[in-house]
């Protein structure tokens, strides 16, 4: 039984990203086409690696599921999210109009 537990875990660490200088150098070329868009190109995420975090086009607007929004609809405010991607844990509402919370890293 621990052999099958260790093979499961050396499997699923192979599938994890790989965090390299690559990685987690600043990249002047997609920093340039992030801000391209009017994003904001930053270090986020639990591997932290530069990601581009684009504004959405909805934020801010009123929401009451989840399809009202191009990112989340935010529990707190049934407003739609600013930015994508987010991490963290984000309260925000599912199809139905009901109080979720998701964590995403």
């Known amino acids: 039984m621990r052999s099958a537990v260790v093979i ?5 660490a192979v599938c994890l990203p790989r965090v390299g200088v690559g ?3 600043e990249d002047p070329l997609a920093r340039k086409e992030c801000e391209a868009k009017g994003g904001s190109y930053e270090m986020g995420g639990r591997i932290r690696q530069f990601i581009c975090f684009e504004p959405l086009s909805d934020a801010g607007s009123s929401c ?3 399809s009202d929004c191009a990112g989340f609809c935010l529990s707190e405010t049934k ?3 600013a930015v994508t991607p987010q991490f963290g844990c984000i309260p925000h ?4 109009g009901r109080a979720r919370v998701i964590c995403i890293d």
């Open 8 to 12: 499961c875990a050396t499997v699923l």
């Open 79 to 81: 407003q739609c999210s």
């Open 93 to 96: 509402l599912d199809e139905a």
């Open 23 to 25: 990685q987690t150098a």
């Open 64 to 66: 009451e599921k989840a």
